[in-house]
């Protein structure tokens, strides 16, 4: 497989379920991104991991916790969502984390709803 | 605070020209990027822009100017498959990339 694969790439979960999105990348990239797209609105960045250390955190609610056990896999653990959680998370690497003309490779997303 | 400006929606005709406006308010700059995303799959890199003028691409064309904090996509030749949302990107002084909504351009027969 090439490039970043995301699984599932559908979720349905209650408020009080608990479940993992799995992001895994090919493409020897050093860093990794979870975003939150919903409707109309900007992309929202979750986490940032360099190296497989989190570099970044934007104030993000902890009932996502995010993990990174190695440069080439990320994962979203989810536990008691809301509704307005509900959207598409996506997944990408870049070669490096910071330096300015650094491009994104995306996975195609989880779209998440939450009862 | 930052932000970044598009039109929410365009309309064109299959064969035709667009241009997409992106306007920008960073704290900083360090280049300003283009993505492509068709329904349901992942946003996929088009260009990049970190100097004044005009990047050309094949049928895509970035244009910035950053004194006017201002930037356009130029899509020529429209095709079905050109149906997408359109997503500008700035990197600020912090390297962190602020996003705009995106725009969704329907082509038309």
């Known amino acids: 497989e090439t490039g970043v694969t995301q699984t599932p790439r559908h979720l349905v979960m209650g408020m009080t379920n608990k479940k993992s999105l799995k992001c895994e990348q090919h493409?020897?990239?050093?860093?990794m991104y979870w975003y939150k797209q919903s409707a109309k609105k900007p992309l929202e960045l979750m986490f940032v991991?360099?190296?497989?250390?989190?570099?970044e955190n934007n104030s993000v609610p902890s009932r996502f916790s995010p993990e990174c056990p190695n440069s080439s896999h990320l994962f979203l653990h989810l536990h008691t969502l809301q509704p307005e959680d509900s959207a598409l998370y996506l997944c990408?690497?870049?070669?490096?984390?910071?330096?300015?003309?650094?491009?994104?490779?995306f996975g195609a997303g989880s779209r998440l709803t939450v009862l | 605070g930052q932000n970044i400006d598009q039109p929410t929606e365009m309309t064109a005709t299959e064969g035709a020209i667009v241009q997409i406006n992106c306007t920008y308010q960073t704290s900083g700059f360090n280049g300003l990027f283009w993505y492509q995303q068709h329904a349901g799959e992942a946003p996929t890199f088009l260009s990049y822009?970190?100097l004044d003028g005009l990047e050309e691409k094949g049928r895509f064309s970035s244009f910035l100017s950053r004194s006017k904090g201002y930037s356009y996509l130029l899509l020529k030749e429209l095709q079905m498959k050109d149906s997408a949302s359109y997503l500008c990107a700035v990197k600020n002084s912090n390297y962190q990339l602020i996003w705009g909504a995106g725009t969704k351009l329907i082509i038309k027969p």
């Open positions: 991991y360099s190296l497989e250390e989190r570099v």
């Open positions: 822009n970190v």
């Open positions: 990408a690497s870049s070669q490096d984390a910071g330096s300015g003309a650094n491009v994104l490779t």
């Open positions: 493409l020897g990239h050093n860093a």
